[in-house]
C-alpha cells in the first residue's frame, strides 16, 4: 500500500528533539508498506467496484508488521479519568513511560473524530507521546464500505487541531492508496466475513 500523504497537526516543530516519536513514524511507515492484497501478494491491489470492498482486512499487514517492531495490539489504554476509550490498535511504549499510539480507521467519519479526540485525550493528560490516524484517500474510499472515515472529510477539521498549541506531543493524520486497480482480484470482504478473515489472519 502506498503512503501518499502525511499531515503533522500538532508537534512538528518538536521532531528534532523526539527521536523515539521520530522512530515510531518510521515503524508505521514501514507497516503501511507491509498492506497488500490479496493475501499473501507483494502489493495491495483494489477490485474498482464503488462501495464494493470491505475494510477490517485491511489492516492485517499493518498491524502484524507494528508487532514485530515491539508493538502491543488492541490494548485499553487509560487516556484519562472517567474516558473509557476501547481498544487502540497499536501502541509502543516510550523509555519516558508514555506511549505512542496508531489507529487504522475501520469505522465512520464520526470514529475518526472520536479517535483524534482519544488520541488528544491522551497527549494532555500525560499518556500518550502522541498518535498517527490512518485514513484513505479519496480514490481508495470510493472502492470500500459506503461512508467510511476518510481524509477528504476529515480535513476541513485540521484547523481546529492546530490551535491546541498547548499540547506536547505529536498528532498526525496519514492518508494512504492502493498500489493498483484490477477487476480479477477478489473484493474484500465486508461485515462478518470480514471481521472473520482478520481474525484468522492475526492468529498466524
Known amino acids: 500500500m502506498k503512503l501518499i500523504h502525511e499531515e503533522i497537526l500538532i508537534g512538528a516543530e518538536n521532531m528534532s528533539k523526539a527521536p523515539e516519536t521520530a522512530a515510531c513514524l518510521t515503524d508505521i511507515r514501514l507497516a503501511i508498506a507491509n498492506v497488500v492484497w490479496p493475501q499473501k501478494a507483494k502489493t495491495f491491489t483494489i477490485n474498482p467496484v464503488v462501495d464494493g470492498n470491505g475494510v477490517l482486512p485491511i489492516k492485517v499487514g499493518f498491524v502484524r508488521k507494528l508487532k514485530t517492531l515491539g508493538w502491543s495490539l488492541e490494548e485499553r489504554p487509560v487516556l484519562a479519568k472517567g474516558l473509557g476509550p476501547g481498544k487502540v490498535d497499536a501502541l509502543k511504549t516510550l523509555p519516558d513511560g508514555r506511549q505512542f499510539a496508531a489507529e487504522w480507521e475501520t469505522g465512520n467519519i464520526s470514529s475518526s473524530h472520536r479517535a483524534l479526540n482519544k488520541i488528544c485525550m491522551g497527549i494532555l493528560e500525560g499518556h500518550l507521546a502522541g498518535g498517527v490516524l490512518i485514513l484513505p484517500d479519496r480514490e481508495l474510499y470510493n472502492y470500500l464500505t459506503q461512508r467510511i472515515g476518510n481524509y477528504k472529510e476529515l480535513a476541513p477539521y485540521f484547523p481546529v487541531y492546530r490551535h491546541l498549541h498547548a499540547i506536547?506531543?505529536?498528532?498526525?493524520?496519514?492518508?494512504?492508496?492502493?498500489?493498483?486497480?484490477?477487476d480479477r482480484v477478489a473484493l474484500i470482504p465486508k461485515g462478518m466475513d470480514g471481521h472473520s478473515l482478520q481474525r484468522r489472519a492475526l492468529k498466524k
Open 168 to 182: 506536547n506531543g505529536l498528532l498526525a493524520v496519514f492518508s494512504v492508496t492502493f498500489d493498483r486497480s484490477s
